[in-house]
């Protein structure tokens, strides 16, 4: 359907030996590396999905500033501005998501080799201490680009669905981005399958914040504050958003227990919720000002 200089075949292997000296880890562990390298991937194909969504904008716009109605460019329009200035703040929104977490990884992998690790083992090691923003990352940026590319057709009009426009081929490329890497629903439960093993295993703590919104339901709300700092107003929102996670996932826990993980459709939307991404502690965080530190997870 799309991604036509992609060369994908089926291969098929029969008594086939490999040397014992080109196995790759431990017999019977495959699926490990497997695994790991998957959040890899999953980091690599937001990039290259940002990637589409530039361009994508960039074709859009350069249509939008030669396409006349009304004897003038539709670019001029209010109801083109907006799907424009729409893309780019999605885009930009995923893309400074994208470079934070490699930057956590690029620091955990470094802390990793400075431990000893041999490259490969730090590299995956670094990359599955964030598998949860892999994953996440993954959903929002072939979403964001679904998203753009669909725009860019709209703007493009009746052009958009001709295969002379360049827009209807990242149209139709862009739609494996959801399902290869591990499908966008898979990356939805294991945002929340990961997140919540880990807090079991006390490695997030989770139940003090839930307890501490419990409270401030309980007590006289706060109706405004004092601090006009910079980003004042947004720290709050995102402060809010994290406690209605909280309060989401906790209800859903309390009634369900261990029956949650059963409840796909449950997990998913919580999941939505948490893509306004669950940041934890960033290496700038030792300085006392730092913005991480009122912005992260619990």
């Known amino acids: 359907m799309g991604i036509k200089g992609s060369s994908t075949r089926q291969i098929y292997f ?45 074709i859009s716009l350069q249509y939008a500033a030669t396409r006349e109605q009304f004897k003038q460019p539709i670019a001029n329009f209010g109801a083109i501005k907006h799907k424009l200035g729409e893309m780019a703040i999605r885009t930009w929104a995923c893309e400074s998501a994208l470079y934070r977490s490699a930057q956590l990884i690029d620091h955990k992998e470094k802390e990793l080799l400075e431990a000893g690790k041999p490259f490969n083992e730090a590299l995956l090691g670094a990359a599955e201490e964030y598998a949860v923003e892999c994953a996440m990352l993954k959903v929002n940026g072939s979403e964001v680009l679904d998203f ?29 981005n959801r399902i290869f890497e591990g499908t966008n629903e898979i990356n939805r439960l ?16 989770l139940m003090t914040p839930a307890m501490n919104v419990m409270k401030e339901l309980m ?17 709050k929102l995102i402060a809010s958003f994290k ?26 939307n919580v999941a939505d919720m948490a893509l306004k991404p669950l940041w934890r502690k960033a290496p700038c965080c030792a300085s006392s000002n ?3 530190k009122k912005v992260r997870t619990p």
């Not at 495959?30 to 991937?41: E, Q, V």
């Not at 294991?190 to 703590?205: F, S």
């Open 14 to 58: 029969q008594d086939a030996q490999v040397p014992v000296e080109n196995v790759l880890g431990e017999i019977g562990k495959g699926h490990l590396i497997a695994f790991n390298i998957l959040n890899i991937g999953r980091l690599k194909l937001c990039a290259a999905a940002l990637g589409g969504t530039k361009q994508s904008i960039t």
């Open 148 to 176: 753009v590319v669909d725009e860019g057709v709209q703007i493009h009009g009746g052009n958009g669905f001709s295969d002379e426009y360049v827009i209807s081929k990242a149209y139709r490329d862009s739609r494996i």
């Open 190 to 205: 294991l945002t929340m399958d990961m997140t919540l093993k880990r807090a079991m295993k006390g490695k997030i703590d």
């Open 219 to 235: 007590s006289i709300p706060d109706f405004g504050s004092d601090d006009e700092s910079e980003f004042s107003k947004e720290l």
């Open 243 to 268: 406690k209605a996670i909280l309060l989401a996932a906790g209800a859903a826990a309390q009634k369900l227990a261990m029956k949650l993980e059963s409840e796909q459709e449950i997990l998913m």
């Open 290 to 292: 730092c913005i991480h």
